[in-house]
């Protein structure tokens, strides 16, 4: 049919670019906003596969891990090292080797272990204490083994890892009992087990305690410390009557970066917990 003036009808327009804009508009909007969902969800599933909260398969890890290790380790802890080539490689250097530039050093390695509890000296040089420091505040992964660097080389005034190490250290060396006596200069020798305090932890992660059922009680040199940061594992004496029998094994300082341990033993005596402290701080 046509209108009265003979003209056929104009055909419909097919022009839909207006409704294609919309949908391209709100399709680039959508996808603003959930990329960078996306790059969050990542950023944490990789920090907690670094972190070990989890484990990725398919990211796979660097090879062995570069530890330093300031004083003189036991030949039990040694021999722990010797058999985790696969989790980590160690070199030695005294503590008094370490007094110039020391960050240049520490940052050649992802762990940092300071033992001296079997030497006679047990001081580190102001350089070095803030060097450590740092190097935690970074990101690095310090261990404490029970009484290292509780002093300052040549300042007799200086006792304790605050005035050494600030505020990285998880424990605390107060005066303990009536006799005025610091705790991390008064050594005890304990035959007991090592029991898990923090179920929750990696390191203690399937172990309830150690030596495992059957197995003959450690004889253990610890210190009657304070504990401020989290406990994850704790040295009970054989056989146990109060609190007073127990005492620090592993303490770990709470931090935005970096880690840090403490051992109230020498880690020499138990390897499983030492291979699952290893993979922690991987």
């Known amino acids: 049919m046509y209108d009265e003036g003979g003209m056929a009808p104009e055909p419909m327009s097919q022009d839909f670019g207006p409704h294609d804009s919309g949908v391209q508009s709100k399709l680039k909007y959508s996808l603003e906003g959930i990329i960078p969902l996306i790059l969050i969800i990542i950023i944490i599933a990789f920090l907690g596969h670094q972190f070990g909260f989890w484990n990725i398969p398919g990211l796979t890890d660097k090879g062995p891990m570069r530890m330093l290790i300031i004083g003189s380790p036991s030949a039990e802890f040694k021999d722990v090292l010797n058999q985790d080539k696969d989790l980590v490689r160690y070199d030695f250097r005294g503590a008094d080797r370490l007094k110039t530039n020391p960050e240049d050093i520490l940052g050649e390695y992802d762990?940092?272990?300071?033992?001296?509890?079997?030497?006679?000296?047990?001081?580190?040089?102001?350089?070095?204490?803030?060097?450590?420091?740092?190097?935690?505040?970074?990101?690095?992964?310090?261990?404490?083994?029970?009484?290292?660097?509780?002093r300052r080389t040549n300042d007799s005034a200086i006792l304790g890892w605050e005035a050494t190490f600030g505020d990285i250290v998880p424990v605390s060396c107060d005066i303990i009992g009536e006799d005025d006596v610091r705790g991390c200069t008064k050594k005890v020798y304990v035959t007991g087990r090592i029991y898990r305090d923090d179920f929750k932890h990696p390191i203690m992660k399937g172990i309830e305690?150690?030596?495992?059922?059957?197995?003959?009680?450690?004889?253990?040199?610890?210190l009657p410390v304070n504990i401020t940061g989290n406990q994850i594992a704790w040295i009970e004496m054989y056989p146990y009557?109060?609190?007073?029998?127990?005492?620090?094994?592993?303490?770990?300082?709470?931090?935005?970066?970096?880690?840090?341990?403490?051992?109230?033993?020498?880690?020499?005596?138990?390897?499983?917990?030492?291979?699952?402290?290893?993979?922690?701080?991987?």
């Open 111 to 150: 762990i940092v272990v300071l033992d001296q509890h079997l030497e006679s000296e047990k001081d580190i040089s102001r350089q070095l204490g803030e060097a450590i420091k740092d190097y935690v505040g970074k990101g690095g992964k310090f261990i404490l083994v029970m009484d290292s660097g509780i």
């Open 209 to 222: 305690y150690a030596p495992g059922e059957g197995g003959y009680n450690y004889t253990l040199e610890t």
């Open 241 to 282: 009557e109060s609190e007073a029998d127990q005492y620090p094994a592993i303490v770990e300082k709470k931090l935005v970066i970096g880690k840090s341990l403490y051992f109230g033993y020498d880690p020499g005596y138990s390897k499983g917990i030492f291979d699952a402290t290893l993979k922690y701080l991987r």
